[in-house]
């Protein structure tokens, strides 16, 4: 009986070191990180609401009920990257991309003459210093505008609109 507990507990020790030695590796700097597609429900402002649309990416997105500047999605950046190219799923109205950086908000990059569909725009690559912790996305107003989805890009070359399923990116 002792040499079957020594030997399940020798194989836990060749386990642990094995699971040790992979997560430091994964968490190594020079591991590239994936791209990350996450659906702006998930992230969504205090007083943002899901709306239902059969067009939509998950038939769901986030707008706001009144027509003033309103906060849709906030979403919080991951550790690791250098660079990113910030992509939003958005339609109507004009929309601008900001950060907070030493406790001020900056605009990053606003969206003007947003079609009536919902259409992947580019919100320009970002270095990480020009970054705060997060990123969100605030509609202005005049008009029935929404985000759907965000895409973050680490490797510089995708592009979401050239993808046919991005749910393979989805942080969960």
């Not at 030695?21 to 899901?50: D, Q």
């Not at 990480?128 to 510089?156: K, N």
């Amino acid at each position: 009986m002792n040499l079957l507990k020594y030997s399940i507990l020798a194989y836990a020790c060749v386990l642990h070191v094995s699971f040790t030695a992979k997560a430091e590796l994964e968490s190594s700097s020079s591991t590239p990180l994936r791209p990350i597609f996450c659906e702006a429900e998930s992230v969504m402002a205090k007083y943002a609401t899901v709306e239902m649309d059969m067009s939509a990416s998950g038939r769901m997105y986030v707008g706001a009920r009144n027509d003033r500047y309103m906060p849709l999605a906030s979403l919080t950046l991951p550790d690791g990257f250098e660079r990113v190219t910030v992509w939003a799923r958005i339609r109507g109205c004009s929309q601008v991309l900001k950060t907070s950086l030493n406790g001020k908000a900056h605009d990053l990059k606003w969206a003007h003459k947003v079609p009536a569909e919902w259409t992947w725009v580019n919100f320009g690559s970002y270095q990480r210093s020009e970054l705060g912790a997060s990123i969100r996305v605030i509609r202005s107003p005049g008009g029935e505008g929404g985000i759907d989805a965000f895409f973050l890009d680490m490797t510089g070359v995708i592009n979401p609109k050239e993808i046919k399923d991005l749910k393979v990116y989805e942080v969960k």
